[in-house]
């Protein structure tokens, strides 16, 4: 399609093409079920696209979770259906080590990568900047549908390194080597690790050709009216995380290529003085340095963990005024802790390096900056607050996973202030204490936002409602669940028990928690189930869901919610409207909210 | 079977759940969904409350469960700063976690929805951010003035009078290396590495100093006298991880870290403090290093000096070992010069 009809400033050259579509959802003439679902250049579509896969993703990485839980939890018993379903990685019904290896490897990479990463940035990038801007679609809607299709061929060569004989890569979802760099070290750092480096390399391609989308589409298509200051923070916050990625994805692209030279190559980029004693033999690397790759790793790792938090900042934000009916607090604070978070999240990543044996001083530095990125975010957490503060709060589903979202922000947010102080974190590096930080902080709270989100843009995606009462009760279990999950683990960690041990009764001293890793595990396969039901909520509702019958159904400001109840491909049928104010003039002068596209009144208050 | 059963419980438990959810949406409808949406407005806002109330009881329960199986007191002298951070630091954002919590569930649970309110316009007040800028930025930087203050003291130099050991990690065990009484590690290479020829850490064998050098596989310490390690990996990194000293250092192979200590109760006096007769100190790998990793164990003991020299004089050094043909009688004199020269290096 063409997309000059977008460009800012002349939404009224509108090509008859795209006014075709309307309300009763007219196939168009030239659109076939290939072009339509499959091959799809609507960006709605491509949001959706992104959406199922993550959710698909989703359910493979949670059930891996449950998996080696069940071996957390009951190390000593076995269950003979896993030997049924996995052979003989659950040899006698119990997990075998490597197997409960590749089980954490994937399970990591999948969420961070594939459901936080592309099934969140995807989704709502896609869905909410040509929508909450006023675009036809994207800057170039056909790189962003190889955006998709790119993240869809890294699924299928990381879903086929489920399937190879020596299992698929087992060295952590940070791979780093020499661990990941020998097969012979390591089953899985045999051919499932350059599946493992392949998959991720498309999927950054994936991810750079949408962020580059993202940030040209929120920069130039924007309609008219529609000055930065005035955008909704979901697309301040989707701009930022575009740029994250689009700035630190090619650093971590380059530390995976030289990876792959070091196992397929013979170069040693990271490899030097290794002795393997499977073989016996010592290799002729020499003159490499292995923590090079942790600073390439983590120059991404450290962004990548705002990459996954932003959009759902950006998300709560959002609801959270949608649903108290007010503006959000501190509009410009707000995009400012966002801009400082993006660049502080650039300057800290040794920080996961305080033990590697990094020079005292430069790690001084890193605890100076990192402890500084609490700063934007307890601004954040505060303006939160204030938003709610005398606000006449509806209790939607995604009202309440945003609430959630805060709660576990700050939880999560303040054990950081623990990792970041290098003394404390001699103490407390790769235990359980770091586990319970970030699947709080980002794990769950990125879910939080994520799952707001669905509930909050569902009936603009399909036009139906999610049923709220298992919105409700998917919401509680969860919010109760996570914390009982992960709170009791700061103890474990605390007490010093490293991260990624599948059995502690080899330990005097760590070997104090089974009732406790019982009870987690228990908890943690009720909060698996309760997914699953929110997956069927989500896939009834698109076929079965209560219809939409409002245009603007939560009387929300954003320009979204002037578009038909089901938009074609072009998202308005007339005109894109022009917008007249910023997007939270909720509760402003007796008035519940005053969408973007109202002019201002004559004697109306300047916020 | 079992697992059968759990199955067949959850898909039931589910199938009733979506019933209700199902009808309940019905209902709403008959009896008019604004007032339906009121009532569960008012349910949500009084779980709020509720979560609150449930959560905070937790906390105190789960601390009070949990905290006889921390940390305990640290067995080392750098330990104790860093633990004093952690309660430094335990304070100030514990202060931060209840005001914030209380207020964001308190927040939501006054402010529900009700006829009688309007929302407030609010959009923003500078003095109040400001105010919240400044105060988390003074916490926060007293924070890292101490934090840095105290990594500066354990990162620091070792001092001049710390017994040295060298630790070398592989899959999946620890090797420990004592400088015998020369006082010096000899040179090693490692593609001299084979446990065959009893070279596990590829000492040079022509390398005088190594002669009287004691590779082992338990890590022997001395009570109240520094100990510097040495630490490097055979194979992939691992990390020599020593909780109740709360000391941790990665094992990188090429790339060689160090790391400082000072231990202060013996294994025994461990034994009698914490009344468990089988305490030991524990090292273990907090580095994935491959299908071993979670077994990769050391053991470690804290001892008095005396019974330290005779454990170590008990001793044979790896020399030895490797060269079985050469009596014990002819290294002798030989590492009698050689403890001269190694004092001239000093
Ligand atoms: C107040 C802000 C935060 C601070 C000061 C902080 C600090 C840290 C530090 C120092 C570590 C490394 C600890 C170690 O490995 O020893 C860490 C780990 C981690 N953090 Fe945070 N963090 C903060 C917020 C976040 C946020 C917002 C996210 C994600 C959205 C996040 C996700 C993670 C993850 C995934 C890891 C573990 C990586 C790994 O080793 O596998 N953190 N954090
Ligand atoms: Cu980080
Ligand atoms: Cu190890």
């Known amino acids: ?607 | 079977m079992q697992t059968f059963f759990v199955i067949l419980i959850l898909a039931f438990g589910f199938l009733i759940t979506f019933q209700i959810a199902k009808t309940s949406e019905y209902v709403a409808v008959l009896r008019g969904e604004e007032k339906a949406r009121k009532q569960t407005n008012r349910i949500n806002a009084f779980l709020l409350l509720i979560f609150l109330i449930a959560g905070l009881i937790g906390v105190y329960y789960c601390n009070e469960r949990l905290k006889g199986k921390i940390l305990g007191e640290a067995a080392s002298i750098q330990g104790e700063k860093i633990d004093t951070m952690l309660y430094i630091t335990l304070a100030v954002t514990g202060i931060v976690f209840f005001i914030t919590q209380i207020l964001l569930f308190w927040f939501a649970f006054k402010y529900q929805e009700s006829d009688q309110r309007k929302a407030y316009y609010f959009p923003h007040n500078n003095k109040l951010e400001i105010i919240w800028t400044v105060i988390p930025a003074i916490a926060l930087t007293a924070l890292v003035g101490f934090g840095i203050y105290y990594w500066f003291k354990i990162t620091g130099d070792a001092p001049q009078d710390a017994m040295q050991v060298e630790v070398t990690g592989s899959q999946f065990k620890w090797e420990f290396r004592y400088p015998g009484k020369d006082g010096i590690f000899g040179k090693k290479y490692y593609k001299q590495i084979d446990p065959e020829k009893n070279n596990p850490l590829g000492q040079l064998w022509d390398d005088p100093y190594n002669r009287d050098d004691i590779v082992i596989n338990e890590m022997h310490i001395v009570v109240n006298k520094p100990v510097k390690l040495i630490i490097g990996s055979k194979d992939v990194i691992h990390d020599v991880g020593l909780a109740q000293f709360r000391m941790k250092m990665d094992a990188v192979p090429g790339t060689p870290t160090t790391m400082w200590f000072t231990p202060k109760y013996t294994t025994r006096q461990m034994i009698e403090k914490s009344g468990d007769p089988d305490f030991v100190y524990e090292l273990s790998c907090d580095q994935l290093c491959g299908k071993g990793h979670y077994s990769m164990r050391g053991v470690v003991i804290v001892e008095t000096q005396e019974e330290f020299d005779r454990w170590l004089i008990s001793k044979q050094p790896q020399y030895m070992a490797a060269h079985p043909a050469q009596a014990p009688q002819k290294t002798q004199p030989a590492d009698t010069t050689k403890r001269v020269a190694a004092n001239m290096n000093k």
């Not at chain 1, 679609?137 to 699924?155: I, K």
């Not at chain 1, 604070?333 to 800290?348: K, N, P």
């Not at chain 1, 996961?352 to 954040?380: D, E, Q, R, W």
């Open chain 1, 1 to 607: 399609m063409s997309n000059d009809s977008n460009l800012h400033g002349k939404p009224e050259i509108v090509t008859g093409h795209e006014v075709h579509h309307d309300e009763h959802h007219v196939h168009h003439h030239k659109e076939t079920f290939i072009t339509k679902y499959v091959f799809s250049q609507d960006h709605k579509t491509i949001g959706k696209q992104f959406l199922i896969t993550g959710i698909a993703w989703a359910i493979i990485g949670g059930l891996f979770s449950v998996l080696f839980r069940l071996q957390l939890g009951f190390p000593d018993q076995t269950f003979p259906i896993l030997e049924t379903f996995f052979g003989r990685y659950a040899k006698g019904g119990q997990i075998q080590p490597e197997f409960y290896y590749a089980l954490i490897t994937m399970h990591g990479t999948v969420l961070v990568f594939f459901v936080l990463t592309a099934g969140l940035s995807g989704t709502f990038a896609n869905l909410l900047i040509p929508l909450q801007c006023g675009a036809r679609d994207m800057a170039s809607p056909f790189l962003n549908m190889l955006s998709y299709w790119f993240f869809f061929m890294a699924s299928v060569v990381m879903v086929s390194s489920l399937f190879v004989s020596t299992g698929p890569a087992s060295g952590g979802w940070t791979s780093y080597p020499p661990l990941s760099a020998l097969g012979d070290a390591n089953q899985g750092s045999k051919i499932g690790t350059d599946l493992w480096l392949i998959a991720m390399a498309l999927f950054v391609v994936s991810s750079l050709l949408g962020g580059l989308n993202y940030i040209s589409t929120i920069l130039n298509m924007r309609t008219k009216g529609m000055s930065m200051t005035r955008l909704p923070l979901t697309i301040w916050a989707l701009f930022f995380t575009a740029i994250l990625g689009v700035l630190s994805f090619p650093v971590l692209l380059s530390g995976f290529i030289l990876l792959l030279f070091d196992r397929n190559l013979g170069t040693s980029f990271y490899l030097s003085d290794i002795f393997v004693s499977q073989t016996g033999q010592a290799l002729p690397n020499e003159g490499g340095s292995a923590i090079l790759y942790q600073h390439l790793f983590w120059f991404l790792g450290h962004p990548e963990v705002y990459i996954i938090i932003l959009p759902s900042m950006g998300i709560v934000s959002e609801v959270l005024a949608v649903n108290s009916r007010k503006p959000i607090f501190g509009y410009m604070a707000m995009v400012g802790s966002l801009f400082a978070i993006t660049i502080l999240a650039f300057l800290v990543w040794a920080h996961h390096m305080f033990v590697t044996g990094l020079n005292p001083f430069l790690g001084s530095i890193f605890v100076l900056l990192t402890l500084l990125i609490a700063v934007p975010s307890a601004i954040k957490v505060f303006n939160w607050l204030t938003t709610l503060w005398r606000g006449n709060i509806r209790f939607t589903p995604a009202t309440l996973f945003s609430i959630g979202f805060v709660s576990l922000f700050i939880s999560g947010g303040l054990t950081g202030v623990f990792l970041g102080n290098s003394t404390i974190d001699i103490h407390l590096h790769d235990t359980k204490f770091i586990v319970a930080h970030f699947h709080i902080v980002m794990g769950v709270a990125s879910f939080f936002g994520m799952f707001a989100g669905v509930y909050h843009w569902f009936p603009k995606m399909f036009g139906r409602y999610l049923n709220s009462t298992l919105g409700f009760i998917h919401f509680w279990v969860t919010m109760a669940g996570a914390y009982l999950i992960f709170w009791p683990m700061h103890y474990e960690g605390l007490a010093g028990v490293p991260r990624r041990y599948l059995d502690l009764s080899g330990w005097h001293n760590f070997n104090k928690f089974g009732e406790l890793n019982k009870m987690i595990t228990v908890v943690s396969i009720i909060v698996f189930a309760v997914q699953l039901m929110f997956i069927f909520n989500f896939f009834y509702s698109i076929f079965k869901g209560r219809k939409v019958r409002h245009q603007n159904p939560w009387g929300a400001n954003t320009l979204e919610w002037t578009t038909p109840i089901r938009p074609g491909h072009g998202n308005w049928t007339g005109e894109i409207p022009e917008v007249h104010r910023w997007a939270y003039d909720y509760g402003k002068d007796g008035r519940e909210f005053i969408p973007q596209t109202e002019p201002i009144g004559k004697g109306e208050g300047h916020h």
